[in-house]
């Protein structure tokens, strides 16, 4: 039944009723979910030790930057040229055979990334990483197919603290498992964990991957209508009711990309997620190069294991900050207010880098200021992350149909990719060019940053609100 301004009240009622949430399948598919953080943040404690080791800079640590920000963004370039495809492939095949390829592809990459000893090897793992794996777009079409609009926003706030816990999780195994030999010489005695001191950690991540793609063959369930039993589809439409979509024919298929990339509605969210990840990729590669590079130089001198233990801190943190607030937030202000409270907390995160520098070169060490405007940096990103949630709500809610629903997650995806793999390249480089040349001080970085997030800010105000109801 078409929905306009004359329309009873009575199905507004109905509207305000929420829908439980499919706990089993939301439980394995965020289980799977949390192979990608695990398996792309392990890198993050060791990366600009690695790179300095391997000797491809020739001894100048100034230029760490550029190689660790080539490292962590191939990821993302090469998933921005592939994840479109395998999201839009998901909509004929399935979400489930997609999202095996991917894990499976996963794991392969992450094993060789341990077994690396030349700077090619690493960017052919990451690059496989990438090229395989369109399983971000992909389960968040799984997401909007196993909910409904009243329930939709609160199953989408979990998303962010998957990632929060893997954000714990990995930088703790990845900053305290390097060098084995070194730490446990009676368990890791031979020469191959001399030879290859990163593949420890490297083999807990493509280990948990490998399990992830034995649990989503086992036990998860097809989301896509088209490719579900018949006797399932027969069940649901008892149990629903009036509440199943009779979709015209015309409508059963996807929409045509160039459709969906001229439509204003459906690009404004995608706009907001590619800055959104732009900004917040950026600043994840730029924290551990600032915590890592030496306090001549201008940063804070910190070793492996204690960035590590800071963004494991912060990523228990950040879940129990999720958890507890963010759904809350949505329910009590709604989508857009949330969303758009949400990016101003990146202006406290550009600030206190500077500010960080100066006292530090004014006290010759990390002393409790330093950890003061530490612990405010970490506590601003968390309010960033809520506005994660928020994000895929919207990205969703403007898909023309549920048959595009993977195609528009893969165009979200290939965007924010595309801004992913610019922003830790981008951002550490800049880093790095400021810091070598004295830029402002060592600061153009956080000026470019602030061009970034001013736009950001912009487009975040003309995002429309959002109504619910269970179409």
Request: net charge positive.
């Amino acid at each position: 039944m078409a929905i306009d301004e004359s329309t009873p009240l009575l199905e507004n009622s109905k509207a305000e009723t929420k829908t439980p949430l499919p706990k089993t399948q939301l439980g394995l598919i965020l289980f799977v979910l949390f192979s990608q953080p695990i398996s792309a943040q392990y890198i993050f404690p060791f990366i600009n030790q690695l790179i300095r080791e391997l000797d491809v800079t020739g001894g100048d640590d100034r230029k760490i930057g550029y190689y660790a920000g080539v490292i962590e963004s191939l990821f993302f370039v090469t998933q921005a040229m592939t994840v479109l495809y395998w999201s839009r492939l998901s909509d004929y095949v399935g979400r489930k055979p997609i999202l095996l390829v991917g894990l499976a592809g996963l794991s392969l990459s992450n094993l060789c990334f341990g077994l690396s000893r030349e700077f090619w090897a690493l960017v052919a793992s990451r690059c496989i990483a990438g090229a395989l794996n369109g399983n971000v777009g992909v389960m968040k079409s799984v997401i909007g197919e196993i909910t409904d609009t009243t329930n939709m926003a609160q199953a989408f706030a979990l998303v962010p603290i998957i990632f929060s816990v893997g954000a714990s999780i990995a930088p703790l195994f990845g900053g305290g498992l390097v060098k084995p030999h070194d730490q446990w010489p009676e368990l890791f005695s031979g020469s191959f964990w001399v030879q290859y001191p990163y593949c420890l950690p490297s083999l807990v991540s493509a280990s948990f991957t490998a399990f992830s793609f034995l649990i989503t063959a086992l036990f998860l369930k097809e989301s896509l209508p088209s490719k579900r039993c018949g006797k399932e589809l027969q069940l649901e439409i008892g149990s629903a009711g009036a509440q199943v979509d009779t979709t015209s024919d015309e409508d059963a298929s996807p929409v045509p990309i160039r459709t969906l990339l001229k439509t204003y509605s459906v690009m404004l969210p995608i706009a907001n997620y590619g800055l959104l990840g732009l900004l917040d990729n950026g600043f994840f590669a730029l924290v551990p190069l600032f915590y890592a590079t030496p306090i001549e130089i201008g940063g804070l001198g910190l070793p492996p294991f204690t960035i590590g233990a800071i963004m494991t801190t912060y990523g228990i943190g950040n879940g129990l900050f999720q958890m507890l607030f963010t759904a809350r937030a949505i329910e009590r202000f709604g989508e857009r207010r949330v969303f758009c409270s949400a990016v101003l907390a990146f202006f406290p995160i550009v600030a206190t880098f500077p500010i960080m520098s100066w006292i530090i070169r004014v006290q010759k060490g990390v002393g409790p200021a330093t950890w003061v405007l530490i612990i405010a940096q970490l506590l601003s990103w968390a309010v960033i992350d809520s506005a994660y949630g928020v994000i895929f709500v919207f990205v969703t809610r403007a898909s023309p149909n549920k048959y595009s629903l993977g195609t528009m997650n893969g165009l979200g995806q290939t965007t924010t990719s595309l801004a992913r793999a610019m922003g830790p390249a981008t951002f550490t480089s800049l880093f790095a060019f400021s810091k070598e040349y004295n830029l402002l001080g060592g600061n153009f970085v956080y000026v470019v940053l602030l061009n970034f997030l001013f736009l950001l800010v912009f487009l975040s105000r003309r995002l429309p609100e959002l109504k619910k109801d269970r179409r």
